[in-house]
Structures are given as structure tokens and as C-alpha cells.
């Protein structure tokens, strides 16, 4: 069963930039008490600032004081190893640590918090607007309660899917970390084959942006595997169809996304290493 956030303790975030804000807004809304939310942030953004006071909390800039249930790392990967550096302080027995940065390995976590209750996620974007999807693996020390209270805080951002092997997290990686920007890029390649085809540039965008919300709405609201609804708009022999010849042909989409996905994976294996 999932955790309460009203009962899940203290919750110190290190790192209020947007994922973190977005997260932090997520849980507030969910239930957990601003008075058990730490905000740890040696630079806020205005927006940051004015999430603080929305709220009534306090921004640290550096994490003192209080050893809280989990501490959430939301910072950068470049800047992961110096952060972990200052936190034994308030790391306690019963902490949990919850990585949302990119690359970083449960090895390198244990060994920069001192601790193996370290739990690793992979979310994308959309969970600013709490329409993300995050990958998750646990470390060895986390139990079943730790494995709670993470999806009790991920879940604010979205679908929470849990892995048993942490190499599965590169391919999470690849597909739906990296996926929004291959969507956005879809919305481009339209617009622009639009404006190809004579429509005015500004048209051309509204078209296609507005195509990947409308049909992205459709995925959500519709159970039917894709395969189904991309059937139900295609007529025989009709525009869809002699689009979908070209987009389905052997040297497609298909094969170029494969492609897409592999190097991207094959990047986050890199990134791991380093």
C-alpha cells in the first residue's frame, strides 16, 4: 500500500529548480503539511521564491539541522558527488534517499549519502504538470515501507513503474526521459512538412501542435492499444493510409526510432560510467 504523504515525516528537497518545485507542488497538493517540508536551494529563482512564500517555507542553502524521513536529490548529475559531500549531517538510520538525477548508479549514491536505503528514478518532463511517467529501482536497504513512501512522492509527478534491474533504467532512459523531446521534434517535422505542402508557418504549427494534444488526450482517455486507434483513422486506400505506407515502410519511423532510442541509450550507459 502506498504511504500517506500527511504521515510519511519530515521530506527535505535538495534542489528547487523546476522538477523539484514541480515535484515539491505535487506532494503539498497530495497532502504532505508544508511544516514537514525542507526547501534546500543555494540559488532560487524567482519562481522558487515564490513558491516558498506561496506556502509559508523557508529556502536553505545548504542542508542543516534536521535529519528528515527522505531526502529527495534534485539536482544536477554534474553536481551530484559535491553535493553528497555535505550531507552526513543529516542523513539519520532511518533516512531514505531519492535520486530523480539522471545517470547517477545506486553504487555511487550509497556511496556519497552512506547509506544503501537509496532509491533511483528516471522521470520526464510532463511530471511538471504531474503527466510524467518515472522508472524506479531500489537499493538493498530499502524496504518495502521506503519502496512506499518513494511512490507515495512520485506518484505526485505522475505514473511510478518499478524495476528490478537498474540497467533497465538506461533504456527507461531512452524512451520515456528522452521521449518528450522526440515528440516535440515530431510537432516540428509536421508543422514544417505543412508549411512544405503551402500552408502558412503560423497555421502550420497550430495544426500540429494542437494534433499531438488532441491525440495524446485521445491515448488517455481510450484504454485501446495504439495499434487500434491509429486503425480507427485510417480508411482504405484513403490519405492516411498512402501516409502511413511511407511512415510504415521498412526504411520508417520504425527503424529510425530504434535507431533514436539505441544511441540514446547507449549515451545514458556513458554518462553512467563517468
Known amino acids: 500500500m502506498m504511504t500517506d504523504l500527511r504521515s510519511i515525516g519530515p521530506v527535505m528537497l535538495i534542489g528547487a529548480g523546476k522538477m523539484g518545485i514541480a515535484l515539491a507542488t505535487g506532494w503539498l497538493e497530495a497532502g504532505l503539511p508544508p511544516t514537514n517540508l525542507v526547501l534546500v536551494e543555494p540559488h532560487p529563482s524567482e519562481e522558487t521564491k515564490a513558491f516558498a512564500a506561496e506556502y509559508d517555507l523557508m529556502i536553505y542553502d545548504q542542508a542543516l539541522g534536521l535529519r528528515p524521513n527522505v531526502l529527495v536529490l534534485a539536482v544536477k548529475p554534474q553536481v551530484i558527488d559535491a553535493v553528497m559531500e555535505g550531507l552526513a549531517p543529516v542523513i539519520g538510520p532511518q533516512t531514505l534517499i531519492l535520486s530523480i538525477a539522471a545517470g547517477i548508479s545506486l553504487t555511487r549514491l550509497e556511496q556519497g549519502s ?29 524496504d518495502q515501507d521506503g519502496k512506499s513512501a518513494a511512490e507515495a512522492l512520485l506518484s505526485a509527478a505522475g505514473l511510478v513503474v518499478w524495476f528490478d534491474r537498474e540497467g533497465d533504467l538506461d533504456a527507461v532512459t531512452a524512451v520515456s526521459g528522452s521521449g518528450p523531446a522526440y515528440v516535440f521534434n515530431l510537432v516540428e517535422a509536421l508543422a514544417a512538412a505543412g508549411v512544405a505542402q503551402g500552408l502558412d508557418e503560423h497555421v502550420a504549427m497550430v495544426l500540429a501542435r494542437q494534433t499531438v494534444i488532441g491525440s495524446a488526450a485521445l491515448l488517455e482517455a481510450d484504454a485501446a492499444p495504439a495499434s487500434v486507434l491509429r486503425q480507427n483513422v485510417t480508411s482504405p486506400n484513403g490519405t492516411t493510409a498512402a501516409a502511413l505506407a511511407v511512415l510504415m515502410a521498412a526504411d520508417g519511423l520504425a527503424p529510425l526510432m530504434e535507431r533514436a532510442v539505441g544511441a540514446a541509450r547507449q549515451r545514458s550507459e556513458e554518462l553512467g560510467r563517468s
Do not use: E, H
Not at 518532463?125 to 531500489?138: E, L, N, S, Y
Open 114 to 142: 552512506g547509506t544503501d536505503r537509496v532509491v533511483r528514478s528516471m522521470p520526464n518532463t510532463p511530471a511538471q504538470i504531474g503527466k510524467g511517467v518515472t522508472g524506479v529501482v531500489a537499493g538493498p536497504g530499502v
